[in-house]
């Protein structure tokens, strides 16, 4: 797949809702603001802030699979409301914390290589030992995680949509399709994401401003990579 055909999938798709993908994208952010500045009140009171911060990664898991519902009905030019993805998102509570739960599990290895190479990166640092062969041992280490983190994370990236999708598939089922659509296409969304590299940039330079368009561009540029993979399955079977 090349990145600049699946970009112009989103154009078109984006096309005459990029009004309504801003408001999507500005209502996410007003929620999210709005819990940062409620944490930010108890910040000095250690209970409430930790209990706080547990209510924020419970419910951000099912606003994100919200919000990545809302913008796939964008892309599918199905109605959907600026404030739609929190009851999308929380209509499927438990489906979306089963998918999170099982990419977590596939990614327990990963995550467990960055541990130990941020632990060995720590002891190397304050070691006595200096030397320069250690430092690039760590370094290359550390690198060699990120790739694989990256690698496998790539596998499961489409788990959601499939979940969206196939109401009738377990978290399981939906991840290991996810994989199974993955293999071998990695590369292809890798390549397609980097080709946001300079937007990310552009929008940098504007205060955040640009990413109330940048967001949803990305998020509808995924949708139509998941749709053509989905499409080729079809046609292949």
């Not at 990963?110 to 640092?125: M, R």
């Not at 200096?130 to 370094?139: L, Q």
């Not at 290991?176 to 300079?198: D, H, P, W, Y």
Request: charged share 15%; proline share 2%.
């Amino acid at each position: 797949m090349i990145p600049s055909e699946i970009r112009k999938d989103a154009r078109e798709s984006l096309q005459g809702n990029w009004g309504k993908a801003a408001c999507i994208t500005i209502a996410y952010s007003i929620v999210i603001f709005i819990i940062g500045v409620i944490m930010g009140l108890f910040r000095n009171n250690n209970i409430i802030y930790t209990l706080l911060y547990a209510v924020q990664i419970i419910i951000t898991v099912p606003m994100s699979f919200g919000l990545l519902i809302s913008f796939l009905k964008l892309k599918r030019h199905e109605d959907t409301k600026a404030f739609g993805y929190l009851s999308e998102g929380f209509s499927r509570f438990s489906k979306s914390w089963e998918v999170f739960v099982q990419i977590l599990i596939k990614m327990i290895i990963p995550i467990i290589c960055i541990i130990f190479t941020y632990v060995l990166i720590a002891v190397l640092l304050i070691s006595s030992v200096k030397s320069w062969v250690f430092t690039i041992i760590g370094v290359s280490l550390y690198i060699a995680c990120i790739v694989y983190v990256v690698s496998r994370g790539l596998l499961y990236s489409l788990a959601y949509y499939i979940a969206y999708d196939n109401t009738d598939l377990t978290a399981k089922e939906c991840v290991a399709k996810s994989e199974a659509l993955m293999t071998g296409n990695r590369s292809n969304l890798f390549l397609l994401q980097l080709s946001f590299i300079g937007w990310i940039f552009l929008s940098t330079f504007t205060l955040g401003i640009g990413f109330i368009w940048l967001l949803p561009y990305i998020q509808v540029a995924t949708a139509c990579f998941y749709t053509r993979l989905i499409n080729k399955e079809t046609e292949t079977n």
